[in-house]
C-alpha cells in the first residue's frame, strides 16, 4: 500500500509539471484553466494504468500458473490477461477529451 | 499475501479438475470385478501411475504402491512450485504426512519391528525424504532415532526428540504419540500466518481432540494428552473424557455423540472435508485452496484404496458404498 501512494504521488507530481509547461504557453486567464486540464489528463491516464498494473499483476501470475498446467488453455488465460487494458483505453479518452 | 498465492492456486484450480468426481468413484464402486475396476481406473487422469497394476501376477500391493505414487508425486509438485512464505504453510499440510511417519517409526521401534517391515509402512507424500526415514528406522530405540533425524530433518526433528524424550521419562507411548501431536500443532500454529488456514488447523485440533476424549472416557488424568491450539479449552476436554458429551461447539457433537468409533470417524472426516472446503471457498486467494485440494487427493487415494479391496475381495457394492460414507 505505501509503495502504491508513492506511485500516485509521483504520477501527481508528474502531472503538475506537464501543467506548469502548458502554463507557459497559454495566456494568463486560461492557464489555470489548462493546467487544470492537464492535471486531469494526467490523472486520467495514470490512475487508469496504475489500476491495470493491479490487476494485469494478479491476473498474470494465476494465468502462468493456469498455462504452466495446461498450455492449451493460453489463448484463454490471454484473453483474461487482456481486458484490464480497458482501463487505460478508458484513461486515454479521458485524456483526449480533455485535451 | 495474495498476489504469493496467485501463481500457486491457478496451477492448483487445473489439478483439482484432475480429481475423480464422485460420481466416477461411484462408477468404480460397482464395477463387476477387480480386473475390470483396474480398466476403468486406467482411463482416469491415475493411468501414468498404474503401468505395473495390470502385470501378470499383480494384485494389491502393487496398486497400492501406485496410488502411493500418484499422491507423493502430486504432493511434491504442489510443493515444488511454491516459494517464500507460501512454501512454510503449504508445508505446514505436507507436514501431516511427515508427522504420520514419524508416529510409524516411533511405534515400529517401540515394538522392535524391522527396518523393512517399518519401512513398507511410510506414506510418501510429506516434507522428509524417505531415505532419512529409513535411515532412522534402522535405530535401536527412538532417542536414536531422533539423533539421525537431526541430520535433515527439519523442524519436525526437533519435535521427535522432544516427544522420544517424553517417552523415555515415562515408557508410555501414548505420551509420545501426544508429545508428537502437541509439537506438530504448535509448530504449524507458529508458521501460518493466514486466518483460513489457521482456522482450518484449528478445527483439525478440535476434531483430534473431541476423538481422543471419546476414548478416554474413564481415564485418569486426561488432561495431559490435551493438544492446545483449538477452540476448545482444556477444562472442556477434561469434561468431555469424563463422560460428559455436551459442548459448546455444537458441529462436534457428533463426533462425540456417534455410537460406535466407526460412526465418529465418519463424522470427523466429513467435519474436516467440510471445513477444508469452507476454507478454499473464504481463502481463494490464500492457502486454503492448497488445503481443500490435498484433503480431496488424500480422500481419493484412500477411496480407491478401500474400492479396490472391496472388490478384490467381492464385497458388495452396498458394503463398499457404506464403508466410502455414501450411505
Known amino acids: 500500500m505505501k509503495k502504491l501512494a508513492t506511485v500516485l504521488a509521483i504520477f501527481v507530481l508528474a502531472s503538475i509539471a506537464t501543467a506548469q509547461e502548458a502554463t507557459g504557453t497559454a495566456g494568463a486567464s486560461s492557464a489555470l484553466v489548462d493546467g487544470l486540464k492537464a492535471i486531469g489528463a494526467g490523472l486520467a491516464l495514470g490512475l487508469g494504468a496504475i489500476g491495470t498494473g493491479i490487476a494485469q499483476g494478479r491476473i498474470g501470475a494465476a494465468a502462468a500458473g493456469v498455462t504452466a498446467e495446461r498450455p492449451e488453455k493460453f489463448g484463454q488465460m490471454l484473453i483474461w490477461f487482456v481486458i484490464p487494458e480497458t482501463l487505460v483505453i478508458f484513461g486515454f479518452v479521458g485524456l483526449f477529451l480533455l485535451r | ?327
Do not use: C
Open chain 2, 1 to 327: 499475501m495474495a498476489d504469493d498465492y496467485g501463481y500457486i492456486n491457478g496451477r492448483i484450480r487445473i489439478l483439482r479438475t484432475e480429481l475423480l468426481p464422485q460420481r466416477t468413484l461411484e462408477e468404480l464402486s460397482a464395477s463387476s470385478s477387480y480386473p475390470e475396476f483396474l480398466r476403468q481406473l486406467s482411463e482416469t487422469a491415475l493411468a501414468e501411475d498404474l503401468r505395473e497394476t495390470t502385470a501378470q501376477g499383480s494384485g494389491l500391493p502393487e496398486l497400492d504402491a501406485a496410488l502411493s505414487r500418484n499422491f507423493h508425486r502430486i504432493a511434491r509438485k504442489v510443493f515444488s512450485f511454491t516459494d517464500g512464505e507460501p512454501k512454510g504453510e503449504i508445508g505446514v499440510l505436507l507436514a501431516k504426512w511427515d508427522l504420520t511417519n514419524l508416529k510409524t517409526l516411533g511405534r515400529g521401534l517401540m515394538k522392535g519391528r524391522s527396518s523393512e517391515t517399518i519401512g513398507e509402512a511410510f506414506i510418501p507424500g510429506g516434507t522428509l525424504a524417505l531415505p532419512l526415514l529409513q535411515a532412522a528406522s534402522t535405530a535401536t530405540d527412538v532417542l536414536s532415532a531422533a539423533q539421525t533425524l537431526s541430520v535433515g530433518g527439519g523442524p519436525l526433528a526437533r519435535v521427535f526428540r522432544d516427544a522420544a524424550q517424553a517417552f523415555t521419562s515415562s515408557n508410555d507411548p501414548m505420551d509420545f504419540e501426544v508429545a508428537l501431536d502437541q509439537g506438530y500443532y504448535r509448530y504449524a500454529l507458529s508458521t501460518v500466518k493466514t486466518a483460513g488456514l489457521r482456522r482450518y488447523l484449528s478445527r483439525e485440533i478440535d476434531v483430534r481432540n473431541a476423538l481422543s476424549a471419546r476414548q478416554l472416557r474413564g481415564a485418569a488424568n486426561p488432561g495431559r494428552f490435551f493438544v492446545p491450539g483449538g477452540s476448545l479449552l482444556e477444562g472442556d476436554f477434561i469434561r468431555l473424557a469424563s463422560g460428559d458429551a455436551s459442548v459448546s461447539n455444537a458441529e462436534l457433537a457428533p463426533v462425540l455423540e456417534a455410537a460406535t468409533l466407526e460412526e465418529a470417524d465418519l463424522a470427523s472426516r466429513r467435519l474436516l472435508d467440510h471445513a477444508a472446503s469452507s476454507a478454499a471457498t473464504s481463502d481463494a486467494l490464500g492457502p486454503g485452496l492448497a488445503a481443500d485440494f490435498l484433503r480431496k487427493k488424500e480422500t481419493e487415494i484412500a477411496s480407491l484404496r478401500l474400492i479396490a479391496r472391496g472388490k478384490f475381495y467381492n464385497v458388495p457394492q452396498e458394503g463398499i458404498r457404506r464403508e466410502l460414507g455414501y450411505v
